[in-house]
């Protein structure tokens, strides 16, 4: 029984061992090494064409062009203006980062055409303005954030650009006859507290 037992382990080593003993044995006939690409190339085909008295002219492929837009150049902070003895400067900041300085030209005259204004007015408008901001449509008040040729406060209140002089100009516009009956009243309230 011991003899049939120990045959028995013998052959079952052996038909365990056999094959892999006969893959080291054997190596594989070609040693060309397995790829992604060599099984793809593998599966290619090739299609041809023929008819009789048929011409088959090559495809041409078009070409095109790569464009790389440029990385832009960084914006310049605006210079600071001197005070003008009112407590309100031409710089930039405040309340007001991220709104566009206002960078196109004009004078208060066409400022205040723009913005319909009556002539009439005008004295009462260019005596405010004149003291708000002195007609420097990018004055900034740093402590309080207003902004434009009337110191709009805040400078989110103007419909558009506070620093656009047109958009501030309508805007002081709707202020004054809200606040004061008009401009005439509100270059009275100036006069009387020196601010409006």
């Not at 047109?166 to 202020?175: E, Q, S």
Request: glycine content about 14%.
């Amino acid at each position: 029984m011991a003899v049939l037992a120990g045959l028995a382990v013998v052959g079952f080593s052996a038909a365990l061992l056999a094959p892999t003993g006969v893959a080291l044995a054997d190596p594989p006939a070609t040693t060309e090494s397995v790829t992604a690409y060599s099984l793809a190339a593998k599966d290619t085909q090739s299609v041809t064409v023929s008819a009789e008295g048929a011409t088959i002219e090559p495809i041409v492929r078009g070409s095109y062009e790569v464009y790389v837009k440029p990385k832009p150049k960084p914006v310049e902070k605006p210079t600071t203006a001197s005070n003008d003895g009112t407590g309100k400067s031409g710089g930039g900041g405040g309340g007001n980062v991220g709104t566009p300085k206002y960078t196109g030209g004009g004078s208060k005259e066409q400022w205040m055409t723009a913005a319909g204004i009556a002539q009439s007015d005008w004295p009462y408008v260019d005596y405010i303005v004149s003291h708000e901001s002195g007609w420097n449509p990018n004055a900034t008040n740093k402590g309080s954030g207003a902004c434009g040729l009337v110191q709009a406060l805040p400078c989110s209140k103007v419909p558009g650009n506070g620093y656009n002089p047109v958009d501030n100009l309508r805007w002081g516009t709707g202020y004054a006859n809200s606040r004061y009956g008009g401009w005439a009243g509100a270059y009275s309230a100036w006069v009387r507290q020196h601010w409006w």
